[in-house]
């Protein structure tokens, strides 16, 4: 859902441990380069909530200039984690 926002180009979205619902989103974004106005995190909270259920929403977002991937170009998940 993420990627139909605008400004984003890319996105991964990781599951991080939450004491209530034992398991929440975290989204990182890598916005357009030419993207204006730049999101922030509400602004993308509020664009998720627009489209998904609540409970899919991330809880948290990140902004990366770049990710880390394979040499086919797949987006490494496992290096995210130790990221945010």
């Known amino acids: 859902m993420l990627r139909k926002h605008p400004a984003v180009n890319e996105s991964a979205v990781i599951g991080v441990p939450d004491e209530r ?21 509400a602004a993308l909270d509020a664009f998720c909530r627009g489209h ?25 998940k496992t290096e995210l984690r130790t990221e945010g």
């Open 21 to 41: 619902m034992g398991t929440v989103g975290r989204a990182f974004v890598l916005l357009l380069h030419n993207a204006e106005p730049k999101p922030d995190a």
């Open 52 to 76: 998904l259920a609540g409970f899919k929403v991330p809880r948290e977002f990140v902004f990366v200039e770049d990710f880390p991937r394979n040499a086919t170009g797949k987006i490494l």
